[in-house]
């Protein structure tokens, strides 16, 4: 048995590092540039090694956008932690999160939300990453939402953050005005 161990470890450990090599390609040059034969060379594995744990690219994607999730949530978990005793500072510090995952880590944030996948939210099948990431979101909510679908008013709030990250993402909006966008976003749910 504990050579099938070994195997097991060493499978998870090239799995992890695919995913980990393709994120940091992604970060560094854009998803574009993330190839099977580039993230081969790259960990010094054959192609068949990759379709061994991935169909292909899109699957290894939508790893990175689970590994994502988990971290948003983390992120989002520590902010409200934080947060202190008022509703509209703890709503802000978690907004702030959002805001400042999405901008450093730009390559998970598009596979996360841009890239085309097979990722579902409100399934049965739903990764527990994403199910981790909306539930974040909704306990700081939930603090400020008194008895309102708090569910629905997570989903706007999450919709308002991400066309904030899309939006300035793309400078569609004043830079200058990023401190007053957020103020009023806050405002509107606190």
């Not at 590994?67 to 008022?86: M, N, Q």
Request: aromatic share 8%; glycine share 8%; no cysteine.
């Amino acid at each position: 048995m504990a050579i099938e161990d070994r195997r097991q470890r060493e499978r998870a450990d090239r799995r992890r590092l695919i995913i980990t090599t393709a994120r940091k390609m992604a970060e560094a040059e854009g998803w574009d540039a993330v190839t099977t034969r580039r993230l081969s060379t790259e960990i010094e594995y054959s192609q068949p090694v990759l379709y061994k744990h991935f169909t292909g690219m899109e699957q290894i994607a939508e790893a990175v956008a689970i590994d994502g999730f988990g971290e948003l949530a983390d992120v989002i978990r520590a902010a409200r932690s934080h947060g202190g005793a008022g509703n509209g500072t703890t709503l802000t510090l978690v907004a702030r999160a959002y805001l400042d995952f999405a901008r450093d880590n730009p390559a998970v944030y598009a596979a996360m939300f841009t890239r085309a996948t097979t990722l579902r939210f409100a399934a049965e099948d739903t990764p527990p990453e994403l199910t981790a990431a909306f539930a974040e979101l909704r306990q700081a909510i939930g603090v400020v939402g008194d008895q309102q679908d708090a569910d629905t008013l997570t989903e706007v709030f999450w919709a308002a953050l991400h066309g904030l990250v899309t939006l300035g993402g793309t400078g569609r909006l004043r830079p200058d005005y990023d401190p007053d966008r957020l103020r009023l976003l806050v405002n509107q749910f606190s």
